[in-house]
Nanobody
Framework: QVQLVESGGGLVQAGGSLRLSCAAS????????MGWFRQTPGKEREFVAGIGWGGGPTYYADSVKGRFTISRDNAKNMVYLQMNSLKPEDTAVYYC???????????????????WGQGTQVTVSS
């Protein structure tokens, strides 16, 4: 089992920045690939970014490339999502997720992740 707890969400103006954190506990964290997803009411959960167990490779949704950066610190059991140049369309609940077995395309697929946090709300005002 892996327990995930997100933090760092909040209200920010367009153009601003936020850093989301995900604290992991339980099984060996470094053995898991990690991802960030987001969801708005009435829509499916959307892939945002993913990172391999050793800190690479990294993957991003086209909508956030160049603005968001995913990173991890295995010594601290932490994953981060640095979000810059935020836009109102980035408003969503952001979720951290962990997957044990990686295969082609799995970073982008929410069904591939077996562990999820409770989410943290990010609201970007215009």
């Amino acid at each position: 089992q892996v327990q995930l707890v997100e933090s760092g969400g909040g209200l920010v103006q367009a153009g601003g920045s936020l850093r989301l954190s995900c604290a992991a506990s339980g099984r060996t964290f470094s053995g898991f690939a990690m991802g960030w997803f987001r969801q708005t009411p009435g829509k499916e959960r959307e892939f945002v970014a993913g990172i391999g167990w050793g800190g690479g490779p990294t993957y991003y949704a086209d909508s956030v490339k160049g603005r968001f950066t995913i990173s991890r610190d295995n010594a601290k059991n932490m994953v981060y999502l640095q979000m810059n140049s935020l836009k109102p369309e980035d408003t969503a609940v952001y979720y951290c997720a962990a997957q044990r077995v990686v295969y082609v395309g799995s970073y982008y697929d929410p069904e591939a992740y077996g562990y999820w946090g409770q989410g943290t709300q990010v609201t970007v005002s215009s």
